[in-house]
């Protein structure tokens, strides 16, 4: 797992460079505008919810004494528990919206790694290609939420809400990284198929979301280079994937 997820973050090291090589950038032009609006409304969105959170979640304290404190720290929370919803409906509109264009970009990868689309594709249209999207993305945005609002209540618990940001940063991470994986997967396997083989890479898909949350904390830019590189590097590693799959099969 760990070596899987090291080999995934590598990926990104020649990320830019393969873009330029293969003039992938075009493609990038509309993902990178819904990328934009997107954390743009749902930025000024979190931002008025959060004390009104903070608020709802003040009055589980009935007492005069300490009021103030424990109104602080529910603030925090909801500021927290509305960042986290909102980086999860974040990730997966731009990813499902963004399906058709990086569907594109990552045959253009696989065909320059391999010479040739190696593997017996299926041949699916624009609107086939952002419905997969969609399909995927409401089905790991159901479950990442239903994962992710457990682990958001630990964070009441001193020390344990520690270990509780890593595991739901990891949580957010594979999720990034098994729809950066899907673009590549798509053309190869039907949904099913798909998530049996993320759910035997996770490491792959948990290295490659790392670096894409990472890239959030970069303020503008992380939002506008976030797709490039990301589905750059899981294209790479799918690929790889899949080949040596391929040649296991041959065997």
């Known amino acids: 797992m760990i070596k899987n997820i090291l080999s995934a973050i590598s990926a990104y090291s020649g990320a830019f460079g393969l873009i330029s090589k293969l003039k992938l950038w075009k493609y990038f032009t509309i993902p990178i505008i819904i990328s934009l609006i997107t954390a743009t409304v749902i930025g000024f969105t979190a931002y008025g919810l959060s004390d009104n959170i903070g608020e709802f979640l003040a009055k589980i304290w009935i007492w005069d004494w300490g009021k103030q404190a424990f109104t602080t720290f529910t603030s925090v929370i909801g500021a927290i528990f509305v960042l986290v919803i909102g980086l999860i409906l974040y990730k997966h509109i731009i990813l499902a919206l963004s399906a058709p264009f990086m569907s594109a970009v990552s045959e253009k990868i696989e065909i320059h790694i391999n010479g040739n689309l190696k593997h017996q594709h299926r041949k699916t249209s624009f609107q086939e290609q952002l419905w997969r999207g969609i399909k995927i993305s409401t089905r790991n945005l159901t479950k990442e939420i239903l994962i992710s609002l457990p682990i958001l209540l630990l964070k009441f ?93 041959v065997l």
Not at 183 to 202: A, D, H, M, P
Not at 220 to 239: C, D, H, N
């Open 157 to 249: 618990i001193p020390l344990v809400n520690i270990f509780s940001t890593i595991l739901l940063f990891l949580v957010q991470a594979y999720y990034a990284g098994f729809g950066n994986m899907d673009y590549t997967l798509e053309r190869q396997y039907n949904y099913k198929e798909s998530i049996n083989f993320v759910g035997k890479n996770k490491g792959i898909s948990i290295g490659n979301g790392i670096v894409f949350m990472l890239c959030l904390l970069i303020p503008v830019l992380g939002i506008i280079i976030v797709l490039p590189l990301s589905v750059t590097a899981a294209s790479v590693k799918t690929v790889d994937l899949l080949n040596k799959e391929n040649e296991r099969a």
